[in-house]
Each structure stands twice: as C-alpha cells, then as structure tokens.
C-alpha cells in the first residue's frame, strides 16, 4: 500500500532534501513551506505554504494530506530558524520567534498528528533536533534550549508509546550547509574549520535507512556529524 509523509520545511534544505529522497522512493509527500513560489500538485506531491507560526496550520496539513492520499504514515517535524548570540545580545524578538517555531509548533504538530496515529495504532515522527540537542557552546543558549526542548517530548514519546506500533526518531544532524545560517556573516563551516559539512541528503539517506529496518526495530535518536565537528 502506497505510503504518504508530511514534511514541514520543505522548501530547503533537510526537508527538501528528505522530501525528495522520498518522492524517489514512491511515498506521497505534502510538502510545507511559506516561500514557494508556485505550489505544485500531482497524484503523489502536494505543496502547501502555511505558516506554523499561524496554530490551526497542524491541522490543516494533517486534513489536507488525508483528503489527498487517504491516510498519513509519516510526519516530519523539521521546520526551524536559528538565532545565536550571547543572551543580553540577542535579538529577543527573532529568539522568541524561533522557539514558537522549534518548540510551540512542533508541539501542536506533534499533538496533532498523533490524535490521529493513536487510533490506527500506527505512524513514525521524525523530529529535527540538532547535536545542540545534546550540548550547548556560548552563544548558543537559545537555539540548544529549543533543541533540547524538543529531546525532553522525545524521549517522554519513546516511553509512551514503546508499546504501540508509532514510532519517534529525533535526529541530531551536526553542521549541514542549508540556508539556516544564509545570514551569518561568516558561515559555522568557516567559523569551526571544519572542511566538508554534511549534505542534506546525507540526512535523507540517514531517514531512509531507518524506514527501511524492520518494525520491531526501535531508533529513537541518530546524532549524524561531519569530520571534524568537536563542538
Ligand atoms: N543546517 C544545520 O546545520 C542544522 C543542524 C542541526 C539541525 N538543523 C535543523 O534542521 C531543520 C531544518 O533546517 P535547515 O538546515 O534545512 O534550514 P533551512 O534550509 O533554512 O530550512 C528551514 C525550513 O523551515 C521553514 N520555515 C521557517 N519558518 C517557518 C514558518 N514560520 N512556517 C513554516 N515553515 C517555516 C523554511 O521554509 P519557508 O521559509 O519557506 O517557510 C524552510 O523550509 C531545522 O529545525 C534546524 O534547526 C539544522
């Protein structure tokens, strides 16, 4: 039976990236994201552009793939920013911006969506989370809380739901070249000396690799690092 996944950040980066490993990989996706500029639609892809800053966006993407492909088996929760600087430096503002993103709207998809896995006792959430999931370096207060935010309901889900057929996988990439810092005056690549960062697809394959192992087979979380990131 065909299989559907919803993808939030799909417009660059990790989601498009994993949406595509997807696509070739004959799932349906509904791929998120504000800056398409046209959205497509074809018997197996749907783009949408709802901000998951709006709260009602959850469920929107969640009718909106079962009116298309009938059910969801997978959901993405991926769609982030990064604000870095020392605390009394930051810009509170795009900080707080951030964590509704990273945290409040990966929530209220995350209980969104399994309202609907619980009863078919089925699905796998994937969670973005980064290796500032799992540390923190100065400067990078907020953006680690928000990651960590994330590891906390993880880790809580792993527990809940190690009896049912739903699956959590928290993923934390180290440096993968995104747009995530496009506004950095000197990229982390550069900032860190490390000489290849991660690709996107390397995470795709990652997730791809773990959809393929078998049911029984619990990953709840994969750190993935380039050469030479110490942190
Ligand atoms: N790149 C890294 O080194 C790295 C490492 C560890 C973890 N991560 C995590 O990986 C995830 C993906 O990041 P990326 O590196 O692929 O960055 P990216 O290329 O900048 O992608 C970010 C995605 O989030 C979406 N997004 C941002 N604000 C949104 C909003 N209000 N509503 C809906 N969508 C929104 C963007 O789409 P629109 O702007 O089109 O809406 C875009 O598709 C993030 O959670 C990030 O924290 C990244």
Not at 53 to 80: C, H, M, Q, R
Not at 151 to 167: F, K, V
Not at 184 to 196: K, T
Request: aromatic content about 6%; glycine content about 6%; overall charge neutral.
């Amino acid at each position: 039976m065909e299989k559907t996944a919803v993808i939030t950040g799909a417009t660059s980066g990790i989601g498009k990236a994993i949406s595509e490993k997807l696509i070739k990989n004959r799932i349906n996706v509904l791929m998120n994201g504000r800056s398409f500029s046209e959205t497509i639609e074809t018997k197996s892809i749907i783009q949408t552009k709802y901000d998951l800053l709006e709260s009602d966006t959850p469920k929107k993407l969640l009718d909106i793939a079962i009116n298309k492909f009938g059910k969801v088996d997978y959901l993405f929760v991926n769609a982030g920013t990064i604000e870095s600087a020392s605390i009394e430096n930051i810009d509170i503002e795009k900080m707080c911006s951030m964590m509704r993103l990273k945290v409040e709207s990966s929530f209220r998809l995350i209980y969104t969506f399994l309202k609907y896995m619980k009863p078919l006792d089925s699905g796998h959430v994937f969670i973005m989370s980064s290796v500032l999931g799992t540390k923190t370096r100065e400067n990078s207060g907020a953006y680690a809380a928000a990651n960590y935010a994330l590891e906390a309901l993880a880790e809580s889900l792993r527990m809940e739901l190690s009896d049912t057929n739903i699956q959590i996988t928290c993923i934390e990439p180290g440096l993968v070249r995104t747009n995530l810092h496009k506004d950095w005056p000197l990229h982390p690549q550069e900032l860190l000396g490390i000489s290849n960062a991660l690709k996107p697809e390397d995470i795709a394959d990652t997730v791809i690799d773990i959809m393929n192992k078998s049911d029984y087979i619990r990953i709840p979380k994969i750190m993935i690092l380039p050469k030479g990131h110490r942190i």
